[in-house]
């Protein structure tokens, strides 16, 4: 499965944007998460939506981004509301099978820039 990110862009503190990650075979089956790696840091999960369409988030981000996919186009998005600086960095998203109960990632996507002013 090829994942490919798009939608990173430059954004004002306070404003919105849409992540689009579009996988190249069906993932309807499988776990989904979105990652953030901010500059200089590591790559951490921010969200994740099961194959049932649960979702996760972390503290930081609950609230402000929703997770959510499109199994007839393939596509998962990330909707980011009131963007803060801390936020900004590469997103990747990823997917995987549920193992135990836990997502174990096992695609991923090559990255789109979020940069917040």
């Known amino acids: 499965v090829q994942l490919v990110e798009s939608g990173g862009v430059a954004v004002q503190g306070g404003g919105s944007l849409r992540l689009s990650c579009t996988a190249s075979r069906t993932t309807y089956k499988r776990c989904m998460g979105w990652f953030r790696q901010p500059p200089g840091k590591e790559r951490e999960v921010i969200a994740q939506?099961?194959?049932?369409?649960?979702?996760m988030y972390v503290d930081s981000v609950l609230g402000r981004f929703t997770i959510s996919k499109d199994n007839a186009k393939n596509t998962l998005f990330l909707q980011m509301d009131n963007v803060k600086p801390e936020d900004a960095g590469t997103y990747f998203c990823a997917a995987g099978v549920s193992v135990g109960g836990k997502c174990s990632y096992v695609y991923w996507g090559q990255g789109t820039q979020v940069t917040v002013s």
């Open positions: 939506i099961g194959s049932d369409d649960r979702t």
